[in-house]
């Protein structure tokens, strides 16, 4: 028989949990906004005066806007709801399992992505818009969590 009194003690408050979530979410986009520098530096270093630079950024931010808009505030205010409806929140539950899935399936085809388009203009400049619009829409979306009061529950 599985003794379950070991995992009473990673019970916490949802409050906690949402504090959690919006770490991960930011955390996540300031990340995605160095790797896309670092990008757009070695596109910049083939090809100084490309315009494609600017208009790849100028990409990014703009589609960016379009998922945190559609898509990523979405997802937040689904999130906080299922936090608010957890009976007795575990420590691990700021996300869905799947979630985490997804999270480290993203990483992994990112980093891949990187190093596949290292010395690839064009690559590089795509894999920077990518990570420029996901950055972009997690810090967009993240203002759900002060819209909704998430930390004052």
Request: glycine share 4%; aromatic share 12%; with cysteine.
């Amino acid at each position: 028989m599985i003794n379950i009194t070991k995992y009473d003690r990673l019970k916490t408050s949802r409050r906690t949990l949402k504090i959690l979530a919006i770490l991960l979410w930011i955390i996540g986009g300031v990340m995605l906004i160095r790797k896309a520098s670092e990008l757009v530096l070695e596109a910049h270093a083939l090809q100084s005066t490309s315009p494609w630079i600017w208009l790849a950024i100028a990409s990014g931010i703009f589609l960016g806007s379009l998922k945190a808009k559609y898509l990523f505030r979405k997802a937040c205010k689904k999130n906080l709801t299922r936090i608010d409806a957890l009976q007795e929140p575990k420590l691990w539950q700021f996300y869905r399992p799947q979630f985490f899935f997804f999270l480290a399936t993203m990483i992994a085809l990112g980093t891949t992505l990187s190093r596949l388009a290292h010395g690839n203009f064009p690559f590089l400049l795509s894999v920077a818009v990518l990570d420029l619009s996901i950055a972009t829409a997690l810090l967009g979306s993240s203002i759900v969590f002060w819209q909704e009061k998430a930390f004052s529950k």
